[in-house]
């Protein structure tokens, strides 16, 4: 058993908060780069918890340039034990409005210029995602949000997209009408895949900004109107991060979900024939089981 740290991926809104006791800056190097920015580590009630910026403070990285596998093995390497992503999304369904959260339960993975994996030639690897998010630690935050009179909706499909761009409306009617996809993000995969190989348990949190391009009363995409509705979700994700250490377990134990030994069987390559670099490269996300 050991002590829960809680490690949330997000943007600048929702660690700007004065509950965060012993609040620090650090730098964690990465075997895999940089991470998006320094991470800020204090305690919420006793709750380790440790922000990362996924766009960086400044916001300077695109969807697609945000360094994924740095992310999650700097986060991996302070001794983070469950991660909850927080992220914009537009919304495929009608019941799900502007404002609302959505604990996603699937991905439909439509991106093509990422890493996606920490593996690679030398050391091959292959894990499940069959359900690529941890039930436990998604409830935890699905009941925070609930405390705090937020509504949210308990599983949803989320399509993530390369962007920058925003879809098409031919895309947007796919995507919802014969893929079921039921919001639409760019910056969940490969965060999730990641964070499986890492055996991190992983949550994802969708703050729901507009309606995309399919609902003929809304139209196209406005940014202006994102951003405003962004500061209301801002308000709300910072307050259902408050409530975590009354609904969260501070004591960690093995995920009864099979997350925390997603690397058990995972190994293709025999030992013998396993490349050293790769080996030293990988020690923090696969150390367990190298």
Known sequence: MKNTYIGII??????????????????VDSSFGMPSDQILTGQLAGLKIAFLPRHGRNHTFTPTSVPYRA?????KRLGVTDIISVSAVGSFRDYIAPGDFVIVDQF?????????????????????????????????????????????????????????????????????????ADIIGMTNMPEAKLAREAEICYA??????????????????????????????????????TELPNVVNADQTECQFGCTRSLEYAIITPPNNRNPKMIKKLSAVAGRVL
């Open 108 to 180: 439909i993975d439509r991106t093509f210029a990422r890493k996606k994996s920490f593996f690679g030639p030398g050391l091959v690897a292959h894990v499940s995602v069959a359900h690529p998010t941890c039930p436990r630690i998604s409830g935890a935050c699905e009941t925070a949000l609930r405390n705090n009179g937020i509504t949210v909706h308990k599983g949803g499909t989320y399509v993530a997209i390369e962007g920058p761009q925003f879809s098409t409306l031919a895309e947007s009617k796919l995507y919802r009408e014969q893929w079921g």
């Open 71 to 75: 992310n999650i093995d700097a986060l």
């Open 10 to 27: 997000g943007g600048s809104g929702i660690y700007d908060t004065d509950a965060l006791q012993d609040a620090t800056w650090q730098t």
């Open 204 to 241: 994802s949190v969708a703050m729901v900004t507009d309606y995309d391009s399919w609902h003929p009363e809304h139209g196209e995409v406005s940014v202006s109107k994102i951003i405003e509705t962004l500061q209301k979700n801002a308000n709300n994700a910072r307050a259902m991060i």
